[in-house]
């Protein structure tokens, strides 16, 4: 079964400042798909950013961007001039490209922004 | 698309008492996922459907707890009786076969038995 990991609780960062969230899976797939969810306290989920597998090139959205490291592992979520508005929960999450596949998520991050 | 719609965003509920969580996914979407988050255990997947079967429902924790699609555009978790455990926010999420989108999340019901 695919496992995926944050190993980091909490983080902080400075207002316009750049941060980065870890997260590291496990799995024996070749072909998969990786996210990036945002929950604010409102606790809607918000999908921030996706990556497949088969992809080399690191996806981006606008500040968000994801270094991808596949031989790693590894999938780490970069934010670019840090807003207020960043402040939230952030889930890591793997699936796999079946039909019958599901979201397994990570424990989650909480990021803070100090103005 | 009016998005995900769960109902009630809040339930307040007696220890014994029956509790129904209700969902409707997007129109079109044939995946529906029932998500139960805890600070202890995080996001934890209940149960899922394709077009309106039961795929794996290894995550449902108990008999307690049952899940129903009796169509496309709806889906109810039932837990019978409740108890104070089972308190958390459930999540209801749907996504299109085989799209490589994520999936799109409801607001949630925060569910507290006391």
């Known amino acids: 079964a695919q496992t995926v990991t944050q190993s980091q609780p909490e983080m902080s960062v400075q207002e316009a400042e750049t941060v980065t969230l870890s997260c590291t899976y496990d799995t024996s797939e070749s072909d998969y798909y990786l996210f990036w969810y945002k929950q604010p306290p409102s606790r809607q989920m918000i999908l921030v950013i996706r990556?497949?597998?088969?992809?080399?090139q690191n996806a981006t959205e606008n500040r968000f961007s994801v270094n991808f490291q596949k031989a790693a592992k590894s999938f780490s979520l970069k934010i670019s001039d840090s807003q207020l508005g960043d402040a939230a929960m952030y889930f890591c999450a793997y699936r796999s490209v079946g039909a019958n596949s599901k979201l397994t998520f990570g424990k989650g991050i909480t990021l803070s922004v100090r103005p | 698309d009016a998005g995900v719609i769960q109902s009630p965003r809040h339930e307040v509920t007696e220890m014994g008492q029956e509790v129904t969580l209700r969902c409707k996914p997007i129109?079109?979407?044939?995946?529906l996922f029932w998500y139960r988050q805890t600070m202890m255990r995080g996001l934890e997947l209940l149960i899922y459907?394709?077009?309106?079967?039961?795929?794996?429902d290894s995550g449902m924790p108990e008999d307690r707890f049952s899940a129903k699609m009796p169509n496309a555009s709806f889906s109810t978790l039932k837990i019978q009786p409740s108890e104070p455990r089972d308190s958390a926010v459930y999540f209801c999420?749907?996504?299109?076969?085989?799209?490589?989108?994520?999936?799109?999340f409801g607001s949630g019901t925060r569910l507290t038995v006391v």
């Open positions: 999420a749907s996504r299109l076969g085989r799209s490589r989108a994520g999936y799109t």
């Open positions: 990556q497949e597998a088969y992809k080399q």
């Open positions: 459907f394709n077009n309106n079967v039961p795929i794996d």
């Open positions: 129109s079109g979407h044939n995946s």
